[in-house]
């Protein structure tokens, strides 16, 4: 027993990289800290250059939506974790947060503000936070994002220490810079003349000690009568710093409490009373707890979460440590701080900050980052795929589309109506989400997007789409899956006793467009029983080959050899005719398409390639559409409700259940549920010709 429990223990312990360890817990002397700025002088970076370079080491995408260049940073994807905090949709509120970090890294103002994103409950203002602290704290474990701070040693002996039971050595307690050990007087000189830096990494040392640190500092150079190399090579060990949320140390978070418990020690420590019998005093830095918020997030990032919501004597702590990057821990003078501060709020929270006169100062030290929710329905459904991904559901089906009308619904929410083009909401959302409707061009939609004051500062929550599908899936989902149908209806019955919908005419219209959904939805599952139906890829080839014959002779206004009897004919206009007004392609327009099609044709033989059916999508729908009309009769599509069904007729039921299954995502129940409910749709004649 004790042989196969050596032997699983060494198993584990041959997973560790010790490499990776020895050059996470580096540590040597001052002197050969300074060899390593010398080749890497990115490594005495603030926090600004550092967070910024961190989100950019990830990559930049650049594209082109509605004729404005945009930035896509794969970081908020969150790579790290493979999706699970990744932010969709908001490119350009992350596009603004990148530059103020690139602005404030090249010390051009915003690196003395507080970054304040504002925005709607569940527009990811948190998860924006979390992912900057998460991507901190694993850069701070690569080689491109190291970075160092030091400890004191062999101190017995020396007045810094209680020597009784001390072991000699203080860990600097605000993880400072070791530079920072220069005098200040001569640090221009020191980067000067040991060229330390280059072209692309500067080296500027700025800011002092903490007061622990200082007090240990002065009181060696007394001992040593001012020989400052003797202090550092005889009491300074410098080590990687390695950044850790959990351990506190350059990352923090901070949350307002009760306003009857909160005290303003929690950002910037506290006395410790166990050591001022100790050391005699409450004003001596040994007897005080450097561990405040503020305190331990020096060299990183500090999230205030609610950051409004924050009594005003902790904003007041906040003034200075934007603006002059210090703060003011009680009974020592103010201290430096090197740190990137970030806060959210909500609406009503800033509503009353902007209210506050007495506020203003803080104000004039923000900048607000409105975050909105999503207005893309592609981007909206990926928040949803994230959690009720297949793979997660433990055997339970969600039938195709259901995602699609719930994320259509809460972008619609969203969304203001349209004041000019004379346009619904359902195709004001289509229009958002890049689909080309007819007369409209990229130019209108910038014009809509323009005309909006609050767009996406209202409307529904993801959450609350989240929590209604999580009680389709419990309530609904007994059969084995869930539909839109369950969705939708969950979402309109939580319109009457969710507290966020107070006012009655809110819920009207948000009732109203959980109709309009429904309608698409039905459109929707239409087309695609129309397709499945049609399906038959020979059929479809055969009907296009056909079409592309008699639109090559009317084009060159030739004749059309028929198969059968071998003579010349002339093109078939009924043909053609039937297939192009599947598409809304009116008699005096013909001409236009058909010599669209034969030059489509002749511009992809040029570059070698072939044309098939399904290469344009307009001619592709036409087709499918007209092999769908000729082929349903022969189907019987009233026999789906019926419960009589022969068996030829059976066969091909099973055909198309079996291509829905196959091709578009159903499983066994939901693809007879909605063959069901498109028959019943069919046998009222609600068929769009």
């Not at 400072?176 to 080296?203: C, F, Q, S, T």
């Not at 203003?360 to 949803?384: G, H």
């Not at 369950?486 to 009457?496: A, I, P, R, S, T």
């Not at 129309?530 to 014959?549: P, V, W």
Request: a negative charge; glycine letters at 6%.
């Amino acid at each position: 027993m004790t042989e196969m429990t050596g032997t699983l223990v060494s198993k584990i312990a041959a997973l560790q990289n010790y490499q990776e360890f020895e050059d996470l817990h580096w540590e040597g002397s001052f002197e050969e800290y300074l060899g390593i700025i010398r080749q890497r002088p990115e490594v005495t970076r603030n926090a600004f250059q550092r967070l910024y370079d961190m989100v950019i080491s990830y990559g930049e995408e650049e594209y082109i939506d509605n004729k404005k260049r945009l930035v896509r940073y794969p970081f908020f994807s969150d790579p790290m974790d493979g999706g699970k905090d990744a932010i969709h949709g908001l490119d350009i509120p992350l596009m603004r947060l990148v530059h103020v970090l690139q602005a404030a890294a090249q010390n051009y103002g915003p690196e003395k503000r507080i970054i304040l994103l504002h925005g709607p409950v569940g527009s990811s203002k948190s998860t924006m936070a979390r992912l900057l602290k998460k991507g901190l704290e694993r850069y701070s474990r690569t080689s491109a994002g190291a970075l160092y701070t030091f400890r004191w040693t062999n101190l017995k002996g020396t007045g810094c220490v209680a020597d009784a039971d001390d072991s000699g050595e203080v860990a600097c307690p605000m993880h400072e810079e070791p530079m920072r050990l220069i005098p200040e007087e001569w640090r221009d000189h020191v980067v000067k003349d040991l060229a330390l830096g280059n072209d692309y990494h500067r080296v500027n040392i700025a800011g002092d000690l903490d007061p622990a640190c200082r007090f240990i500092f002065q009181r060696l150079m007394d001992r040593y009568k001012g020989d400052w190399g003797k202090v550092v090579n005889n009491h300074i060990r410098v080590k990687r710093l390695l950044l850790s949320e959990k351990d506190r140390v350059g990352i923090g978070t901070f949350q307002p409490k009760d306003e009857k418990n909160q005290d303003a020690t929690e950002l910037t420590g506290d006395i410790n009373y166990r050591k001022i019998a100790e050391f005699g005093s409450d004003s001596d830095p040994r007897a005080f707890n450097f561990d405040g918020e503020l305190n331990i997030a020096n060299r990183g990032v500090v999230e205030f979460v609610e950051i409004l919501k924050l009594d005003v004597a902790f904003l007041y702590d906040l003034l200075g440590a934007t603006q002059e990057h210090k703060i003011k821990p009680k009974k020592f003078a103010q201290t430096d701080i090197d740190e990137v501060i970030i806060g959210h709020t909500n609406e009503a929270e800033y509503k009353k900050l902007l209210n506050n006169e007495f506020m203003e100062a803080l104000r004039d030290r923000t900048i607000k980052i409105d975050i909105p929710y999503i207005t893309k329905v592609s981007e909206e459904i990926k928040i949803y795929e994230k959690d009720f991904s297949q793979a997660r559901l433990s055997g339970k089906h969600i039938a195709p589309h259901t995602l699609e009308v719930a994320s259509m619904w809460a972008v619609m929410t969203r969304l203001e109506e349209p004041k000019k083009h004379q346009i619904s909401m359902l195709q004001k959302m289509k229009l958002y989400d890049g689909r080309m409707l007819p007369g409209f061009t990229q130019d209108n939609v910038k014009e809509l997007r323009k005309e909006t004051m609050r767009e996406g500062l209202d409307g529904v929550s993801p959450r609350y789409v989240q929590d209604k599908i999580s009680n389709s899936l419990v309530r609904d989902g007994v059969e084995g899956y869930i539909n839109p149908f369950m969705v939708l209806n969950e979402l309109e019955k939580g319109l009457k006793h969710h507290s966020l919908f107070s006012d009655e005419e809110q819920r009207k219209k948000y009732s109203e467009l959980i109709g309009v959904v429904k309608g698409e939805y039905e459109e929707i599952v239409k087309n695609e029983v129309q397709r499945a139906i049609s399906a038959d890829e020979g059929a479809i080839a055969r009907l296009c080959a056909n079409y592309i014959d008699n639109v090559r002779a009317y084009t060159l206004k030739e004749k059309v050899k028929n198969k059968y009897t071998g003579r010349d004919e002339a093109p078939d206009e009924r043909l053609m005719r039937s297939i192009e007004e599947k598409i809304d392609i009116a008699e005096n327009r013909k001409d236009d398409f058909r010599r669209e099609i034969m030059n489509y044709i002749g511009a992809l033989a040029i570059e070698g390639k072939k044309f098939s059916y399904d290469t344009n999508d307009r001619l592709r729908r036409a087709l499918e559409m007209k092999l769908f009309e000729d082929q349903k009769d022969s189907i019987k599509l009233s026999s789906f409700v019926s419960n009589v069904i022969d068996k030829e007729t059976q066969d091909k039921i099973d055909v198309i259940k079996s291509r829905l299954i196959k091709y578009y995502g159903y499983n066994e129940a939901s693809a007879n549920d909605v063959l069901s409910f498109v028959a019943s749709i069919f046998a009222r004649g609600d068929v769009k010709e």
